[in-house]
């Protein structure tokens, strides 16, 4: 996939997510993981994290996307609203805090390709799709800490 077909698929994802996350849905454990881990999965193999010309550079770009990929992701877990109903089920939903941080990301991930741009650095496509996926298990897994001091359940996550 090259990089504006990776950029689509990256803005359908990020809709779905956002979608998805305004919602008010129950914790769920068994699904929280997966697309993340797809994700970050698909960033790997589909490579072109490091541009060959300019390794250096290109490697200090990735690590400043990977460190904010982390921190916007916990950050956003605590946008996230969780509590326990009076029949014991854990629920979640988004705020517009949670929107607000999502966009955050987004100009943090635009800052960094524009940046690599401007330095001459290409080959971002599998960055965005491990940007995504890590973003996004950060959050699940802070959320998921979050809903265990509500229930002391050791398993409860998040989808996203």
């Known amino acids: 996939m090259d ?30 993981y997966l697309l993340p881990a797809v994700l970050v999965g698909a960033g790997l193999l589909q490579g072109g994290l490091l541009d060959t010309a300019h390794p250096l550079v290109s490697a200090l770009l990735l690590a400043a ?3 904010s990929a ?42 960094l ?3 690599g741009y401007a330095l001459g650095v290409h080959g971002e496509a599998g960055g965005l799709l491990l940007f995504l996926g890590l973003t996004l ?11 265990r001091e509500i229930t002391g359940t050791p ?6």
Not at 73 to 82: D, E, K, N, P
């Open 3 to 32: 990089q504006i077909q990776t950029g689509l698929l990256v803005a359908v994802l990020v809709a779905y997510v956002l979608y998805r996350q305004l919602r008010t849905r129950p914790m769920c454990s068994e699904k929280a």
């Open 113 to 115: 390709i524009a940046t």
């Open 65 to 67: 996307g990977l460190v």
């Open 155 to 160: 398993s409860v996550s998040v989808v996203a």
């Open 70 to 111: 982390l921190g916007l992701g916990a950050v956003r877990a605590t946008t996230v609203r969780v509590w326990r109903d009076e029949h014991g089920v854990l629920w979640r939903r988004g705020t517009a805090w949670t929107v607000v941080i999502w966009l955050a990301s987004i100009a943090v991930r635009a800052g």
């Open 137 to 147: 298990l950060v959050q699940n897994v802070v959320v998921g800490w979050r809903a």
